[in-house]
């Protein structure tokens, strides 16, 4: 069994990735004004390396649950951590355990969560690569569940300036984007994608 998502231990791991990674990778925000009071919102940063989940766990001030690959919860140790910092899984290869695994985000919805999902579904560097919308037509009809209304999509662009010691990062948070139709998944893709690419400068 995961552990359940603890707050607590979120905050403390949070603490730890500023003290440690965060001499390395020096975090610049801009953009926090674009980020919902509360939840439920869906935030989708680019991603190029590992270090973006850590990175964008120690730039936002709030608890963040990332939708991460089910290959990482294979791993007992990874699979508890995952569990308590919010990792939700899903399985590329079994739409059914995707589907499955979803089905688990309607709590966190209600519980007015803030979601992260990488669109383009891998690492991409040095281009914003395609988004992938499947995932994102699923949590537009999660939101059609128990009155939760069009849920917010963040485009969060990262950028890595190398320096003398470590790197600087650009996080720059854009304005919300949503749709109530799931059948407009591909068309809001394309627009965060869109709006990662100019977040990120290209």
Known sequence: MTRSFSPNFYFLGRWLVRQTIGRVFRPQVRGLENLPPSGPAVICPKHQRWEDIPMIGAALPLPLHYIAKAELFRYPFIRELLGAWGGVPVDR????????????LLPLLEQRAYIVLFPEGTYVRGRVGPG?????????????QNGLGPLPFLPLGLTYHPRALGYEVEVNIGPP???PDPRQAPALTRSLMRQ???LCGQ
């Open 196 to 198: 990662i690419a100019c």
């Open 177 to 179: 984007l949503s749709t």
């Open 93 to 104: 290869e079994r739409p059914r355990a995707t589907l499955s695994s979803f089905k688990k």
């Open 132 to 144: 992938k919308h499947r995932l994102i037509q699923l949590l537009l009809k999660l939101q059609g």
